[in-house]
């Protein structure tokens, strides 16, 4: 016993280094709380507009849901590879961002009219960003699909995030960059609920 007090005592700022070393390491790691709407809203025709310069565009057959993220680290995430599409066959539905408006230009806002009433949406810049450390970022997320878009049909939201990722926890439905960190959830078309999610961290 008094053998280990010595021990201890002679290497006590290099346990102390050694813990301070590991507490850096935990308290530095990148860590995201990643929240996804419970359903997905089969928006009405002519309720989600596009205004620019007071000229109004519409997006029909599109749906609507709505991503929440808490990046807790005291570190900038990057996110990219932000799509929607169908599991089926793994082809991208039309996501909107303020990169690829089909009406407007940079300053476009877009809106979903609810009983008259129109709520401005935050729509996501490109399918690729940051979320800053320390940050709350919330993303409405419009997608336009077929009009012969089969009933039970699901669709799909993932993104990826700059983290390598364990080769379990890979995106399955990912054909390139696939060793990275990923964050999906699937939704059911025909009943405008969720059926599936991943939003482990």
């Keep these: 016993m008094l053998f280990i007090f010595k021990w201890i005592f002679n290497n006590i700022f290099g346990l102390s280094s050694l813990i301070i070393s590991l507490y850096t390491l935990w308290k530095n790691r990148k860590h995201l709380d990643v929240y996804w709407d419970d359903n997905i809203l089969r928006t009405k025709p002519h309720s989600i507009v596009a205004i620019h310069n007071g000229e109004p565009g519409f997006y029909e057959n599109s749906y609507l849901t709505r991503l929440s993220v808490i990046n807790t680290s005291p570190n900038d995430i990057a996110f990219f590879d932000l799509r929607a ?83 379990s926890y890979r995106d399955p439905f990912s054909i390139t960059r696939r060793k990275f960190k990923w964050f999906g959830k699937s939704y059911s078309s025909a009943f405008d609920k969720s059926n599936q999610r991943h939003d482990k961290s």
């Excluded at 990169?99 to 806002?109: A, D, I, M, P, S």
């Excluded at 450390?133 to 993932?158: G, M, R, V, W, Y």
């Design 85 to 167: 599409f169908n599991p089926n066959t793994n082809i991208n539905f039309p996501l909107v961002t303020k990169k690829t408006f089909e009406y407007g230009k940079e300053n476009t806002e877009v809106f979903h009219i609810i009983n008259g009433r129109h709520t401005r949406l935050n729509i996501p810049e490109k399918n690729f960003g940051v979320f800053k450390a320390n940050s709350f970022t919330q993303f409405d997320l419009i997608i336009c699909i077929p009009e012969n878009l089969k009933e039970k049909e699901n669709i799909n939201i993932s993104f990826k995030i700059a983290t390598h990722n364990h080769l």
